[in-house]
């Protein structure tokens, strides 16, 4: 029992971003040299990502591992698991959590819990947006955006047809807020700094649209500096697809709701995102209450305006995962950075007065205003009342973010990093992207080509859902094809072309096998080595000897 006692008492903060990492810190600092409580940090990766700023790591103005913190760096004083959070045990009160190189299951016992796990990002409403558009959420989505847009420029340079030109030139981003915003100014900067490399793309070639489901885009900010953003990117040639929302993407296109199709081969989609599973698992079972918006309740903790969950002491939810009751009066608070930074102050200071039975205080903040880059020198700017915009809007907005930016190793490589960028060009680099190198799933709509006649294939398909038709140069169309059945198969016939063309009837979900995928699976299970060889043989009779070899063991 004395043993019991002389435990200290345990705060686990779940989340490693915004909302997290300024808890911890907070509740660190505030903790000083006492020994009575005990902080431990949960997260699913080691380091803390400034999301302000990873457009410019897409444009190229900042590398990557520059506006990344290691968060033992950043909360040296609190424990820090990297792990992923499983599901709660409220009644042992226990986070269930994965961890080390064999995701082993383990217990952490807390007794106060902060949730801040912000939201996740999700396109399941628009289909093939998951498989063909790149999101901007994490420093990964940052990465392959840049390598991606820099191979775009390489493939166009050489490409002939002009139709598949204007597709590789052609850069979509969906969502007006701010980081789709930022996304697309920040993508025209460094397309049009790069073009002086390429000799063979002309600056008219090149195609920027922005697709926003409302009539303006920065709805966060006035309706003078949405307007004036706008006016400067349509300067730039961006064009405007208001009032518009995605349906769904190809590795083809866009479709938007009204029936346009945007042929393109980037699509950015900063729209969609989902509430944490973690966060949904504790609404659905844990009793917690949900926040509501307007008078409709939406998938975040219902909190009060001490940041303590309702009706659930010993809990409390900080940043995206809160629907935290606006000091305003009005609403709730934004989802923004700026928003967690503070909510994650007046948190920590509840939690130590909880735990030391003193009062605690209502979260407080006005805002000190907003920043949106639109990239090459110029930005618009919200500040104390202010309204700015061009280069000053832009000068204000790098001295903010640096200042903001954790670490001071940190900010000086991004202060060298614009130092260097204002006086050289941008880094042409393409690095390897490959997203998936190995069975994935595209989607098309009707209409679009998935194999043309006469390419050479190296990869053949499943149906998962929709229909095909495959027709053939003299003989029209010569068979539909239905949910699971098996297109494509004559990629396994050493580099043969394919000698028909398949094109989606209606909205279809395929499953796309490598030629070493489907060998990989032939070698290891012999009824599929079976299955493949017997549809080799009937579809392609003529093909004789190859068959035999084509899903030999050791060939690419
Ligand atoms: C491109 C972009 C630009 C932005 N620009 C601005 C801006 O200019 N100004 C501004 O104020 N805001 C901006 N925002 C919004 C701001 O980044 C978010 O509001 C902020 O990140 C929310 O912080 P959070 O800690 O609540 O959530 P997050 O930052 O999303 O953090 C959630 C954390 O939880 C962890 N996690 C999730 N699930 C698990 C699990 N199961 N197990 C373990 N760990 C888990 C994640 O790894 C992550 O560390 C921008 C956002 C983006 C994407």
């Not at 790149?134 to 775009?152: E, T």
């Not at 309740?297 to 935290?324: K, M, Q, S």
């Not at 954790?406 to 490589?413: A, K």
């Not at 006469?454 to 010569?478: F, T």
Request: contains cysteine.
């Amino acid at each position: 029992m004395a043993e019991r006692e002389e435990r200290p008492t345990r705060v686990v903060v779940i989340g490693g971003g915004f909302a997290g990492v300024n808890t911890a810190k907070q509740l660190i600092a505030r903790l000083g040299r006492r020994r009575d409580v005990s902080v431990e940090l949960l997260s699913e990766e080691n380091y803390f990502v400034f999301q302000p700023l990873l457009p410019e790591v897409a444009a190229g103005g900042i590398a990557a591992t520059h506006v990344v913190n290691p968060i033992r760096e950043l909360v040296p004083g609190a424990r820090f698991r990297c792990c992923r959070v499983v599901s709660i045990d409220h009644a042992a009160k226990d986070v269930l959590v994965s961890q080390g190189a064999g995701l082993e299951l383990v217990r952490v016992p807390y007794d106060q819990l902060v949730f801040c796990l912000g939201k996740i990002t999700s396109f399941a409403a628009m289909p093939g947006v998951a498989e063909h558009g790149l999101a901007m959420k994490d420093l990964s989505d940052a990465f392959r955006l840049r390598n991606h847009v820099v191979r775009c420029l390489e493939l166009a340079d050489i490409e002939r047809d002009p139709a598949a030109k204007a597709a590789l030139l052609t850069f979509v981003v969906a969502g007006g807020g701010f980081s789709g915003v930022e996304t697309i100014g920040e993508l025209s900067e460094l397309v049009s700094r790069s073009l002086a490399y390429f000799p063979h793309i002309a600056r008219d070639e090149v195609r920027f649209a922005l697709v926003h489901a409302g009539p303006r885009i920065l709805p966060e900010m006035s309706e003078a500096l949405g307007a004036a953003a706008r006016a400067v990117l349509e300067r730039r040639g961006v064009q405007m697809l208001l009032d518009a929302r995605v349906r769904a993407a190809s590795p083809n296109a866009v479709y938007l709701a009204d029936g346009r199709v945007l042929e393109t081969r980037t699509f950015v989609c900063t729209v969609g995102t989902a509430p944490n599973p973690i966060v949904e698992q504790a609404l659905a079972q844990g009793g917690f209450r949900r926040a509501e918006l307007n008078g409709r309740p939406i998938p975040a903790f219902a909190v009060t305006a001490e940041l303590a969950c309702l009706d659930r002491p010993g809990y409390w939810a900080v940043g995206d995962c809160a629907g935290v009751p606006s000091p305003s009066g009005k609403g709730l608070c934004p989802p923004t950075a700026q928003f967690a930074m503070r909510e994650a102050k007046t948190c920590a200071r509840n939690v130590l007065a909880t735990i030391d039975r003193q009062p605690l205080q209502p979260f407080a903040f006005r805002p000190l205003g907003s920043l949106a880059s639109l990239g090459q020198r110029s930005a618009v700017a919200e500040l104390f009342g202010l309204h700015l915009t061009g280069f000053i809007a832009w000068f204000l907005w790098r001295t903010v973010y640096l200042l903001k930016l954790p670490g001071f190793v940190r900010r000086l490589r991004v202060a060298l990093d614009w130092t260097l960028d204002l006086f050289f060009p941008r880094d042409i680099t393409q690095l390897s992207v490959l997203r998936h190198e190995h069975l994935h799933i595209h989607h098309y709509e009707p209409g679009e080509a998935i194999v043309r006649q006469g390419q050479v294939g190296r990869e053949m398909y499943v149906i998962l859902q929709g229909e095909v038709e495959i027709s053939a140069a003299g003989a029209g169309a010569v068979a539909r094809l239905g949910a699971r059945e098996v297109f494509g198969e004559r990629a396994l016939l050493e580099d043969t072309p394919r000698n028909a063309t398949v094109r989606a009837v209606r909205a279809s979900d395929v499953l796309v096998m490598s030629r070493s995928d489907v060998r990989a699976m032939a070698k290891s299970l012999p009824v599929l080595e079976d299955y493949f060889s017997d549809l080799l043989r009937s579809r392609h009779p003529q093909a004789g000897a190859p068959i035999e070899t084509s899903l030999a063991v050791g060939q690419p």
